[in-house]
């Protein structure tokens, strides 16, 4: 079985930031992608962020220059950073990653539980 465990939201000011986390654990053999998405609700899924392996990254226009993404290979934990939050940033933040079970295996996309960032004054 695999887990994807997120940690690190909560309530900040506009202005503020906040750091979450997500860790994997259980059967991993390889951890590809790593990335959070976020849920308003009523609305679709939202891309947020992306990391590859290797350190490449993506974001959506709406976070780019505010959020960073990082991950930590040895530990199976990926960070998104959040600078300059807004108010329109509050929602349930979700991390995903394309996980190998097995060496033989093809990898399957895993999802956290989400975590709640709300911004407000």
């Known amino acids: 079985q695999v887990q994807l465990v997120e940690s690190g939201g909560g309530l900040v000011q506009p202005g503020g930031s906040l750091r979450l986390s997500c860790a994997a654990s259980?059967?991993?053999?390889?951890?590809?992608?790593m990335g959070w998405y976020r849920q308003a609700p009523g609305k679709q899924r939202e891309f947020v962020a992306r990391?590859?392996?290797?350190?490449?990254?993506n974001y959506a226009d709406s976070v780019k220059g505010r959020f960073t993404i990082s991950r930590d290979n040895r530990k199976n934990t990926v960070f998104l950073q959040m600078n300059s939050l807004k108010p329109e940033d509050t929602t349930v933040y979700y991390c995903?990653?394309?996980?190998?079970?097995?060496?033989?295996?093809?990898?399957?996309?895993?999802w956290g539980q989400g975590t709640q960032v709300t911004v407000s004054s």
């Open positions: 995903t990653a394309a996980i190998r079970r097995t060496f033989s295996s093809n990898p399957s996309d895993y």
């Open positions: 259980g059967s991993i053999f390889s951890i590809y992608n």
């Open positions: 990391i590859t392996r290797d350190g490449t990254t």
